[in-house]
């Protein structure tokens, strides 16, 4: 059975920092492209960040780009998320999912809650 299991959440002020991991388990996701998306309470699900199945490519929302970073190692099925320069509006349960062509798996979700 395939799950993927977020970790790091957590509550910060603003100016911190958070570094989300997401572990999966079930097969190897090395051919899966990984990423994460985030949704806020009353708002739809948006995308943050993503990175190509070996690392060579790196995606980031407009709203993240220069704070936030992601990396995997597929060694370990893992993919991270180092959020800094956090700000309020960041707050968001962040889910992770894993996606090749019309297969995706999603995470749990992991609450980060971010203060002024």
């Known amino acids: 059975q395939v799950q993927l299991a977020e970790s790091g959440g957590g509550s910060v002020q603003a100016g911190g920092s958070l570094e989300l991991s997401c572990t999966a388990s079930g097969r190897t996701f090395s051919d899966y492209g990984m990423g994460w998306f985030r949704q806020a309470p009353g708002r739809e699900r948006e995308f943050v960040a993503a990175i190509s199945p070996y690392g060579r490519n790196t995606y980031f929302a407009d709203s993240v780009k220069g704070r936030f970073t992601i990396s995997r190692d597929n060694a370990e099925n893992s993919v991270f998320l180092q959020m800094n320069s956090l700000k309020p509006e960041d707050t968001a349960v962040y889910f992770c999912?894993?996606?090749?062509?019309?297969?995706?798996?999603w995470g749990q979700g992991t609450q980060v809650t971010v203060s002024s």
């Open positions: 999912y894993a996606k090749m062509l019309r297969t995706t798996y």
